[in-house]
Structures are given as C-alpha cells and as structure tokens.
C-alpha cells in the first residue's frame, strides 16, 4: 500500500510539474527572449530519445529560464542551490511546481548526483550548472567534484550548452540587467555508450573543453564587431 500510494504521488507530481512547465514556456518564454534579446540555434533536443543531462556555463542568474526556453519540448528538472528553496514566497512555489534538486554550496556533490541519478533513472532530464555558482569575471570556473561520475552513473544522453553573452547582460555582481545579446547553442552531444568508454575524470575534462568561455574575448570575437551592452 505504501509503495503505491508513493507511486500515485509521484505520477501526481509529474503531471503538475509538466503542466507547470507548459504554462511557464506560454507565459515567461517569450518575455525572457525578448528581455534578454535571446536566440538558440535549430537544435531540437526532444528529438533525443530517453532522459538527457544538460550541462552549461553558469553565465547569470538567469541560465535555467534561458535554458528552459531552448528546451521547451525537453521539461528539465532543476538542481538549484539550496537557499533557493528556503526563500519565504518563492521556494515552496517553485519546489511544488518544479520538483528542484537542491544543492548546499560548499558541501560535497556526492549527495546532490545520487538524487538527480534517482531522478534519472525514473525518465527526468537534468539540468546542471556544472561550475556549481555564477561567474565572477566572465571567465568559467573549474567544473564541480562528482559531476563525472553523476554523468556516467545516470546512463542519459549528455548534451554541453553553451551561453554566450549572458554574463555581460547580467553580471553577477550588477544590481540589474542589461539589454544586448545572448545566444544559446549545444556545444556536443554524447550518448551514454560513448561516455561508458570514458573515466570520470577524461568526461569532466570533455564538459569543461565545450564549455569554456571567456565573456570578454568572445564580445570582441563578433563579425560585426564588439556587442555592447
């Protein structure tokens, strides 16, 4: 009885998380865009068939509404800082809508890749800022202990996502935004066959090789000339 009544909740859960992330595609998708002046490329992630783990750069505060326009056919689930969840009025709303995996900054992610595994293997795709916090500088930041093994252990599809110019719309250490140019794109896509011939370490070293980014260089890197912000 208390397996099925554990099951019935769940299935309850994901129904309303997907209702939750059409409503939000409806509502907050083309706000965003047209906020952040965002593009994604032709990439269609739902074409992948099973669970997927996204991996990103953690540009701005403002990656998993971005990333969640990009996937609008693909629902993630979240792995968001702790404090997220204990904010008075947004946490409880976004934890039920949402179902996040929380993550302590600071502590061990040993915990964190055993819960998104879980989630996995029950169909979820995930999402992960991979540096674990927001860049200071522009500059990516070393990738989080355990992710390889979290990447290899969840037998998903890896795709590597790229954001470009979403730190200088949103510094991190800017008390608002800026209106300019974010482009989102994948950076590599890896199947879990590929990734098995692989050690924890080689896949960390993949992740952190696409998504290597300097804000700076690639503003000056533009055809058309330096994007201001």
Known sequence: MAKQ??????????RRRKRSWDFSQLIIGPWMSRKFNFTHDGF????IEGPVLVAINHAC?????????????KPLTFIA????????T???????????????????????????????????????????????????????????????????TLVTYLLEGA???APRWAPGTRS?????????????????????????????KDLGCDAWKWQKSQPEGPVRY
């Open 167 to 169: 730190y200088l719309s």
């Open 90 to 156: 947004w946490g409880p709303v976004l934890d039920r809508h949402f179902s996040l995996i929380p993550h302590q900054k600071g502590a061990k992610s040993s915990r964190t890749a055993l819960v998104a595994m879980k989630r996995i293997k029950r169909g979820e795709s995930i999402f992960l800022a991979v540096e674990g916090e927001q860049t200071w500088d522009g500059r990516s930041m070393p990738v989080m202990p355990y992710t390889g093994k979290l990447v290899k252990g969840s037998g998903a």
């Open 61 to 73: 505060a403002y990656d998993p509404i971005l990333l969640g326009v990009a996937f609008r056919n």
């Open 44 to 47: 269609e992630p739902a074409e």
């Open 81 to 88: 800082s702790e404090h997220i969840l204990r904010m008075k």
């Open 5 to 14: 009544a554990d099951k019935a909740e769940r299935e309850k859960a994901d």
């Open 180 to 208: 300019g140019k974010v482009y989102g794109r994948p950076a590599g896509v890896y199947g879990p066959e590929v990734l098995k011939e692989m050690s924890d370490e080689e896949v960390e070293q993949l992740i952190a």
